[in-house]
């Protein structure tokens, strides 16, 4: 089967197609034909070598993938539409004709998901998912500040917190402002020229950037509320702070994945900033790393 590898860590341009045989699924695992395998950004920091997680190369990136599966078992049919993410890390492996996938990890493609939104949507739906309501215990009535909120993760984070009754505040460039509000977003804040902590105070806040955003954030979060951070790196901020501060601090440090938690979900407008072929991963992650694209980035096989 055709797969993405990379020989050495590097630029973008390191990633290659290469030949290899098609894996076997074990017990309590499926085989799932790839359509479309999703671009994250741990992707890109993996294959530069500044997040070694599979070791050294050759090794085969991708955790988002939506296909059909090859062989029946495991609760599923041969041909079962189905889209999940595969464990972080893991051994990687999306970006390839086919992956194994647990089968508690898959979930059948419902139809208000093209197989290409399936594909971008697993890890930053997990993500929002378990950061909002699994951390953050996000309730109706609420109001809930997304940072990045055009980005992949913000972007399902938004409707997420929309479809559990909260009052949504998004941050973006300007540009991005009429496509977070046909996502239902409350407010926006144009963070390059307006300073988000002089919002109404939140009682939840996701960060998604990280650094001293988290010390700002927590300004804006009411007493007894919380701030879940999935990003690790918060200089000076930790649980203590947050407790001094009278509010709690959760950092998810890695999504997890679950094809019930994909079953939990609302219904989704997932949005493709760019759907590009395998061969052209190189583009895909120069795509990622550029930190501006809206929604999502794919691979279509
Ligand atoms: N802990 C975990 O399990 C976990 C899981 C998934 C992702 N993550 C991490 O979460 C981060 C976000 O992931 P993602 O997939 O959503 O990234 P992404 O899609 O690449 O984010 C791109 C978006 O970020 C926005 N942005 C950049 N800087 C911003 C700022 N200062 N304020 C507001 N928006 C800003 C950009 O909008 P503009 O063009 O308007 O700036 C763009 O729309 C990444 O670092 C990723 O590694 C962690």
Sequence with gaps: MRVITQKTVGDASVLEVAEVATPVAGPGEVLVKVGVAGVNPVDTYIRGGGFPALGEPPFTLGWDVAGTVEHAGEGFAAGDEVYGMLDFPGTGGGYAEYAVVKASSLAKRPSW???EQAGAVPVV???AWQALVGRGGLSAGQRVLI???????????????KARGAYVIGTASAAKHDFLRSLGVDEVV???HQDFTEIEP???VLDTIGGEYAER??????????LVSIIPSNPGFDVDRASELGIRFELLLSVTASG?????LPQLKVQIDHAVPLADVTKAHELVESGRTTGK???VL
Aim: proline content about 2%; charged content about 15%; glycine content about 12%.
């Design 113 to 115: 998901l093209t197989v």
């Design 125 to 127: 739906a997990l993500t």
């Design 147 to 161: 940072h990045a909120a055009a980005g992949g993760v913000g972007h399902v984070a938004v409707q997420i917190a």
């Design 190 to 192: 144009d963070y390059r």
């Design 202 to 204: 939140v009682d939840v």
């Design 217 to 226: 954030s927590a300004k804006v979060t009411k007493p007894g509320g919380v």
């Design 260 to 264: 019930a938690d994909l079953d939990a």
């Design 297 to 299: 980035i794919i691979l």
